[in-house]
């Protein structure tokens, strides 16, 4: 998506439609923001890890028998804020508190069943979504006995308050929110005023008052996309699971840049990457090397130096958790 020259508002957002697939209905939705799988023309987003997206439930004798019938898929749209939150994948520790785990909890409570889910993007502890979809999958009694607006209402009322379905849509049969997806949209916020950044506070990284070269940061950029090896912008044990077990680490960006804006009125550095799929804090490590960049302390070449080192000690630190957001997925 090509953003307009010059900062902007990214509060004020434009409606789109959302078709139910069901009923043919349709529900607004935000521009820039691909919520459910259907959305074919809205504009395409820590990591997306391909393991562990669905929860393993165990289910009785009865449930198992019931999941051999399960015929019809459901997309939700799902937003939250991260900072409660020990990431989005269900922990074994029961009193560990996750999206997923909240999702699946409210979804056994309307389906009087455990319900399998699967995420778009698995994001980490801290990190917030705007556009995360989620999709399970229904026997062909359940899915008549509560309609997806129904069930959104009834989710968004007994999820944690932090947690909200944004739509609901059915797709067919087969549908997986995480193999289905042909590419996911990360966008990281930097505050650099002097002034603390009170009214986003929990979804920016505060540089205070570092000035940042957004130019600068914007030609270094450009050497992330396209099909590399990020093994130095994965953190370094994840990588050495990966090559165990013969897997690759490398990922395609299909656009990286940066641009000044704000938001709620507050002056931020916006740096949006588009891509296939991405390593472990693969978004947070790049911030984290652009923002060395910007800062002057690197030329911009230096990212195509980090990228051949194939080292994660070549690349720049890793930017927190609380300034990256999962903007939205394509499918």
């Not at 989620?134 to 899915?143: N, P, R, Y």
Request: net charge negative; proline share 2%.
């Amino acid at each position: 998506m090509e953003e307009p020259a010059g900062a902007e508002e990214i509060g004020v957002v434009e409606q789109v439609s959302v078709h139910r697939a069901d009923e043919g209905h349709t529900y607004g939705a935000r521009d820039g923001f691909v919520a459910c799988a259907g959305i074919a023309h809205a504009v395409g987003v820590t990591d997306v890890a391909r393991d562990g997206c669905a929860a393993g439930a165990v289910f009785s004798a009865a449930e198992a028998l019931e999941t051999s019938r399960l015929s019809r898929c459901v997309a939700l749209g799902v937003a939250y804020d991260g900072a409660p939150f020990a990431g989005f994948a269900r922990q074994a520790e029961s009193h560990v508190t996750t999206v997923q785990g909240e999702l699946e909890r409210v979804l056994s409570v309307l389906y009087r069943r455990a319900v399998d889910t699967v995420c778009a993007g698995r994001t980490d502890a801290g990190v917030h979504a705007l556009g995360q979809v989620v999709s399970f999958d229904l026997t062909e009694e359940e899915f008549a006995s509560r309609p997806l607006r129904t069930l959104m209402k009834s989710m968004n009322a007994l999820v944690d308050e932090r947690i909200t379905v944004t739509c609901a849509e059915e797709r067919p049969a087969g549908f997986s929110a995480r193999f289905d997806a042909t590419s996911r949209e990360y966008r990281y916020f930097i505050a650099t005023g002097n002034a603390r950044p009170v009214l986003i506070a929990r979804s920016v990284w505060h540089l205070r008052g570092a000035p940042l070269d957004v130019d600068a940061m914007n030609t270094a950029a450009r050497f992330l996309v396209g099909e590399h090896d990020f093994k130095s912008f994965c953190v370094a044990s994840s990588a050495l699971h990966l090559e165990g077990e013969g897997r690759s680490t490398c990922r395609r960006v299909i656009e990286a840049d940066v641009r000044s804006t704000h938001v709620m009125g507050t002056p931020v550095v916006e740096v949006r990457i588009v891509g296939n799929a991405f390593l472990h804090s693969m978004i947070r490590i790049i911030v984290g090397t652009l923002v060395a960049v910007g800062q002057g302390r690197r030329d911009a070449s230096w990212v195509a130096d980090v990228l051949a080192a194939r080292d994660r000690t070549a690349a720049g630190e890793t930017a927190p958790a609380c300034g990256l957001t999962f903007w939205s997925v394509r499918y």
